[in-house]
C-alpha cells in the first residue's frame, strides 16, 4: 500500500525540531512582555476581501499565491499570507482602540503562501509578528526595530544586518513613482516579464526584483529618498538618529521597497549571510493609512514579522541542544515493579523531575540500553526482589556508582539527591 505523504511545500516539524522552536518562541515572548507586548490569537481563515483590501490586489500575493477557495455557501475564504490584515481587522472589530489608545500587539502562528518551494521558502510558515497602534511618533519605529534586534542577539543570530528605507507618505510618494515609472519606460525592453507586468500596476515592485537583467536595468533609479516631503524626511532622520544612539547599526537601502502596498514611511528588513538565496529573516515597517482604508479609525501603526522557520534553521546550524534529558529513568521490571514505577513516575514528575519509565515487559539490558539512548542521569531499577527488600537501586549514569535507596519516602530521598547533586 502507497503511504501518504505530506503536500509539496509542506513540512513537519518533529520532536527534536520543536525543543528549538519552542526556545526561539519562548525568548520572543519574554522579549515582547518585558516591551509591554500582549498577545493575540488570530484564526487562519479569513474572507479574501480583506488581504485584497491591505495587501493590495496588485502584489505577487494577492495576484497568484493565495490559497483561496469558496465555502459551501460560496463565500470567498483565504488562507492567511500574513498577520498584520487580521490583527487589524480584529483591533477595529473589537475596538480595541477605545480600551488604549495604544495597543502593542504580538503573535505567532502559521502563514500560507503558495510560493515556489525551496530551502527557506515554504507553503506554510511560520511568523512571529509584533504591531503598535497609535503612535505616530518616529521614537517607537526605533524602539521596534531595537526590540527586533535585541530578539536576535538574545538568541545569539549576530550575522544580521539591518536594511531600512522610507517609503513616503500619500503626498510624496507619486513624485517618486513617476520618476521611477519614467524610467521604467526607458528601460523596459530590457525587463523580465514580471517586471513587465509590474511596471504598470504596482512599479514600486521592480525595485525589489532580484532577476539580475532588472538590477542592472534599475541601477539608475532615482532614490524615494529624494523625494521624500520634509515631515517623512524629518521622520526618518529622527529614525536613524535614534537608532544611532541605542547603537544599531543600519544600513540604508533605497531598493527596499517590500511587496506589500500599505507600507509608508519607514521600511525594514534583517538580513543574514546564513541563508543563501532566503536572506531575508524579518522585515516591517509603518502602514498608517491601513486602518482607515478598512473602515477603522485613522490611527497611525507600525509591526514587523520574523520567518521562525528561517530562524530556527540558522539556529539548528548550531550545535545547542535544546532538549532536556531525563533526570530520572526508572527501569521497572515485572508486574508489581512495573505497578510500582507508574506512581513514583507520577509523583517525580509532580515535583517537577523530568522522568521515563519504562511499561513494556523489557528485560533490563534492553532498559538500560534505552536509559542510556535517552541520556537518563540517573537510573532507577525497581526489580521484584528490590521490592520484597523494600528497597531500589540508583543508578548514576556517569559515574557508573550505584546504591540501595528505601521504598519508604522514595520520592522525597530522590528528590534531595537530585537537589544536592550528590554523586555517589
Ligand atoms: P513578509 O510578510 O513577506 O514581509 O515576510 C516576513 C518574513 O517572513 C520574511 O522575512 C521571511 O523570513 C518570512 N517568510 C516570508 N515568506 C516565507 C516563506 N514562503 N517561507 C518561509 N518564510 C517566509
Same mark, same amino acid.
Given at each position: ?49 480583506? +488581504? ?93 526595530? +531595537? ?9 545569539? &543570530? ?28 526607458? &528601460? ?38 529624494? +523625494? ?7 521622520? +526618518?532622520?529622527? &529614525? ?106 507520577? @509523583? ?29 542521569? @540517573? ?28 521504598? @519508604? ?9 537530585l537537589k544536592k547533586g550528590i554523586i555517589h
Amino acid at each position: 500500500m502507497t503511504t501518504i505523504q505530506i503536500i509539496r511545500g509542506f513540512k513537519d516539524i518533529l520532536p527534536g525540531e520543536t525543543e528549538l522552536w519552542q526556545h526561539i518562541e519562548k525568548i520572543a515572548r519574554d522579549i515582547f512582555e518585558n516591551f509591554g507586548f500582549q498577545e493575540i490569537r488570530l484564526p487562519v481563515l479569513e474572507r479574501s476581501e480583506l +488581504f485584497a483590501r491591505s495587501i493590495g490586489a496588485d502584489t505577487d500575493i494577492v495576484e497568484k499565491e493565495m490559497y483561496t477557495f469558496p465555502d459551501r455557501k460560496g463565500d470567498l475564504l483565504t488562507m492567511r499570507p500574513e498577520a498584520t490584515a487580521s490583527v487589524v481587522r480584529a483591533y477595529i472589530q473589537h475596538k480595541l482602540y477605545a480600551k488604549d489608545p495604544v495597543q502593542k500587539i504580538y503573535s505567532i502562528g502559521p502563514m500560507f503562501r503558495r510560493e515556489r518551494p525551496q530551502k527557506g521558502r515554504y507553503r506554510q510558515f511560520y511568523q512571529i509578528n509584533a504591531e503598535v497602534f497609535g503612535i505616530a511618533s518616529p521614537l517607537i519605529d526605533a524602539q521596534l526595530i +531595537f526590540m527586533l534586534t535585541t530578539i536576535f542577539s538574545k538568541l545569539n &543570530v549576530t550575522d544580521i544586518a539591518t536594511h531600512i528605507n522610507s517609503l513616503g507618505c500619500p503626498e510624496c510618494r507619486p513624485g517618486f513613482k513617476k520618476a521611477l515609472s519614467t524610467l521604467l519606460s526607458s &528601460v523596459s525592453d530590457k525587463l523580465c516579464s514580471d517586471c513587465t507586468r509590474r511596471h504598470k500596476r504596482n512599479p514600486l515592485r521592480v525595485l525589489d526584483c532580484k532577476v539580475p537583467s532588472c538590477r542592472e536595468a534599475m541601477s539608475g533609479a532615482p532614490a524615494i529618498l529624494d +523625494f521624500l516631503c520634509p515631515e517623512c524626511k524629518e521622520h +526618518f532622520n529622527t &529614525v536613524k538618529k535614534r537608532l544611532e544612539t541605542l547603537n544599531i547599526p543600519y544600513i540604508v537601502d533605497k531598493n527596499l521597497v517590500r511587496g506589500l502596498d500599505y507600507y509608508t514611511r519607514t521600511t525594514f528588513e534583517i538580513q543574514t549571510g546564513s541563508l543563501g538565496a532566503q536572506s531575508a529573516v524579518a522585515g516591517g515597517g509603518r502602514y498608517d493609512g491601513l486602518l482607515k482604508a478598512l473602515g477603522g479609525p485613522d490611527h497611525p501603526a507600525i509591526g514587523f514579522a520574523i520567518g521562525l522557520d528561517r530562524l530556527a534553521e540558522i539556529k539548528s546550524a548550531e550545535s545547542d541542544n535544546f532538549l532536556q534529558n531525563p533526570e530520572v529513568f526508572i527501569a521497572a521490571l515485572g508486574d508489581h515493579g512495573r505497578t510500582a514505577a507508574l506512581e513514583w513516575a507520577c @509523583h517525580l514528575g509532580l515535583e517537577g523531575i523530568k522522568t521515563e519509565l519504562n511499561l513494556n515487559d523489557r528485560s533490563l539490558k534492553s532498559q538500560m540500553k534505552r536509559a542510556n539512548r535517552l541520556g537518563a542521569a @540517573h537510573v532507577l531499577i525497581v526489580g521484584e526482589d528490590e521490592l520484597t527488600k523494600s528497597t531500589v537501586i540508583m543508578r548514576n549514569m556517569n559515574t557508573k556508582n550505584q546504591f540501595s535507596i528505601p521504598v @519508604h519516602g522514595l520520592v522525597e530521598n530522590i528528590k534531595k539527591i537530585l537537589k544536592k547533586g550528590i554523586i555517589h
